[in-house]
């Protein structure tokens, strides 16, 4: 059964399991859900899941698996050993390797008894526009066309849903239907600033447009009272 218990995912991008359990504690009345990511876990490791589980906390732990399909496999099924509600994987390292994800926590799962975490696929980052993307990542056509077309390969390689920025919510819908997670980061409410990231919209601009659930850190985060512009975000997403 799921822990996530409403579409705010707050990230906990700091370097220390202690700087995390208070944001956490601040936290945990109003956040569906906590993402671990790269830099909170590969300076603490898989510890910081345990103790932010004891916390009864649901965690998306992000770390954007990229490899070949053997080795992301072998990332997925340990992955979900630790019990996290969702994992992801990068859409570009193409269908074969987002298959044996699946198929690696899946089997995991079922053999350990342990829930099967969503698998979601991270489309064309939030904090690329489309210049970058056509002249530095260097993919020609639009950055609507390349996310929906991940999105179709990731619902065919058995993935739960993507994690793409809100811009593209509508297309993704029409593409795979409601039942399909998308998750958004590059949310930001009004007046907030944007810093590095480039396809934004507001909290609740982006629930209207279809999104299963927010990714929030900054705006919450770094405010002088995280609590409150937690509090605010639910509010406006009611
Ligand atoms: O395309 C993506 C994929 C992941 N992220 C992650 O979401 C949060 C956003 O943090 P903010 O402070 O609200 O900008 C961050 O952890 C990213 O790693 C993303 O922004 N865009």
């Known amino acids: 059964m799921s ?38 876990y590969n300076y603490e490791g898989p510890e910081v899941i345990r103790i932010l589980k004891e916390k009864n906390v649901a965690i998306f732990i992000d770390l954007k698996l990229h490899d070949i399909p053997n080795t992301v496999a072998g990332a997925a099924r ?41 698998i979601v696929a991270v489309t064309v980052l939030t904090s690329i526009d489309q210049e970058v993307f056509n002249n530095e990542v260097g993919i020609n056509g639009s950055i609507q066309e390349r996310v929906v077309l991940w999105a179709r390969m990731a619902r065919e390689a058995g993935l739960d849903g993507v994690v793409a920025s809100p811009h593209e919510i509508a297309a993704i819908r029409k593409a795979c239907g409601n039942d399909f997670v998308i998750i958004t980061p590059g949310v ?51």
């Open 3 to 40: 822990l996530i218990k409403n579409p705010l995912i707050i990230a906990l991008d700091v370097d220390t399991i202690e700087e995390a359990s208070v944001l956490v504690d601040k936290l945990s009345p109003y956040a569906g859900a906590f993402k671990v990511g790269m830099q909170l």
């Open 188 to 238: 930001r409410p009004a007046g907030v600033i944007a810093n590095d990231q480039k396809r934004i919209m507001t909290p609740g601009e982006a629930m209207r447009q279809g999104a299963t659930y927010l990714v929030v850190g900054r705006p919450v985060t770094a405010s002088p009272d995280p609590a409150q512009a937690a509090r605010a975000i639910l509010e406006e997403i009611k």
């Open 78 to 118: 340990v992955l979900t050993r630790h019990g996290v509600s969702i994992l992801n994987v990068h859409a570009a390292g193409g269908k074969t390797m987002m298959r044996e994800a699946v198929k690696a926590a899946r089997d995991e799962a079922a053999k350990t008894g342990i829930d099967c975490p969503l």
